[in-house]
């Protein structure tokens, strides 16, 4: 196997600039000579816009396999990882057997957001048709997670082998749209889907930004959740940075605080009140609603010409718990017991005005009760429904 030692990035054509791995396996980087002149910094506060080799700092081996944070963002996550490993077993690799930069050129063309690297290991994939039912996907899914074998690796490889998070999904476009449509992992119970659907309904009410959502439905569960791609708009690609690349941040561990979110709002927007707002509004519903995996990779910034730096839409927004009981990032200095007063603190702190602050509060404090009203009629009083609806009941005197 041609084993890569150097990667080119481009961005809409352009080339960014070039990766290359240490002699300790870290990964360098260097803009272009045309990037400099004609881009923007694709991560402000590591790699500022000048004809500098950048490296980065030992810890990058442990948090993203050496990579600055906004390369690592390319990289798949749980579940496209375990797909790709997959994948190179077929091809006889193992998984010790390539490095951060080779998954990198696995990546390619077809990672998300809108760096593509070259030379890529794979061709272009194309998520327009499958040829397979989605019950008949979430099967073959359930086989690869529990290590058994699958008759469609390749497909699953091709339609989710770039993706983030933990939940398996795939990626589709239809009508020049392009889709995320995620399947239960082996723990979740079936509302799985449904259930992040009504969040979704729920956070919009809320007046939360997020892109268009559906329910697909199914036969053996409640539904699949599928949601629009933020990152993709009329088949071009936009460039995209998560909180955890920005910070260099371990997204896997509490390492945050709200209040540094708003600070990075405020500093990339250039304090643009209608981004403050919504990461306001995102806080808010966070805690009312009990969604505690809020970790730096589940919040980005877009960037374009027209207009810079922007606040992503919401995403991966759904009741969720931590195995330390806690949410993953803090409300003025708690992971618990967060008051209607802390939410204010933090919201006032950030320039925002107590009145806007309060009006929230409440607006989403009654909004959120909508969740278990439209969730009881729907599914059967699983163990873990009991415990959504008890969580609900408490947060409603927020």
């Known amino acids: 196997m041609r084993v890569n030692k150097t990667l080119d990035v481009y961005y809409h054509g352009m080339q960014v600039g070039t990766l290359a791995e240490t002699p300790d396996k870290r990964i360098a980087f260097q803009y272009s000579s045309e990037w400099q002149k004609n881009g923007f910094s694709i991560s402000p506060f590591s790699l500022p816009l ?50 951060t930069l080779e998954r990198l050129a696995y990546v390619g063309k077809n990672g998300m957001g809108a760096l593509e690297y070259l030379p890529s290991k794979e061709s272009d994939f194309d998520f327009k048709g499958i040829g397979l039912d989605f019950d008949t996907i979430a099967k073959e899914c359930e086989n690869i997670l529990s290590s058994k074998e699958s008759n469609q690796l390749d497909i699953l490889f091709k339609m989710g082998g770039s993706s983030g998070g933990t939940r398996p999904k795939i ?22 889907g449904k259930r992040e659907f009504d969040y979704s309904l729920c956070a919009k009410g809320c007046g939360i930004s997020m892109t268009e959502t559906e329910l697909i439905p199914s036969t053996v569960c409640e539904g699949y959740f599928k949601t629009e791609r933020f990152e993709r708009r009329d088949g071009e690609k936009i ?159 927020l």
């Open 50 to 99: 000048r004809n500098d080799v950048f490296v980065p700092n030992e810890r990058s081996l442990e948090r993203f396999g050496g990579l600055f944070g906004v390369f690592a963002d390319s990289l798949p996550d749980s579940w496209g990882q375990l797909l790709l490993d997959r994948h190179l077993e077929t091809l006889g690799i193992t998984r010790s057997g390539i490095s």
């Open 239 to 397: 460039f995209t940075i998560t909180f955890a690349a920005l910070l260099e941040a371990d997204f896997r561990a509490p390492s945050c605080d709200y209040e540094t979110f708003f600070k990075l709002t405020k500093a990339l927007t250039k304090d643009a009140i209608y981004d403050k707002e919504q990461m306001y509004r995102i806080m808010c519903f966070n805690i009312a609603a009990h969604n505690r995996d809020d970790h730096t990779k589940n919040f980005s910034f877009t960037h374009s010409d027209l207009n810079g730096w922007k606040l992503a839409p919401a995403y991966d927004i759904t009741y969720s718990d931590t195995y330390w009981g806690e949410h993953t990032t803090s409300v003025n200095g708690k992971g618990k017991d967060i008051t209607k007063e802390d939410l204010i603190k933090v919201g006032c702190d950030a320039g925002l005005t107590e009145k806007f602050c309060l009006d929230c509060l409440e607006e989403i404090e009654e909004k959120v009760k909508m969740l278990d009203n439209y969730l009881k009629p729907n599914h059967r009083k699983t163990k873990e429904h009991i415990h959504f609806k008890e969580r609900i009941s408490e947060i409603n005197g």
């Open 171 to 192: 990626l589709i476009s239809e009508n020049n749209r392009d889709w995320i449509i995620k399947f239960p992992s082996k723990s979740d119970p079936e509302i799985s």
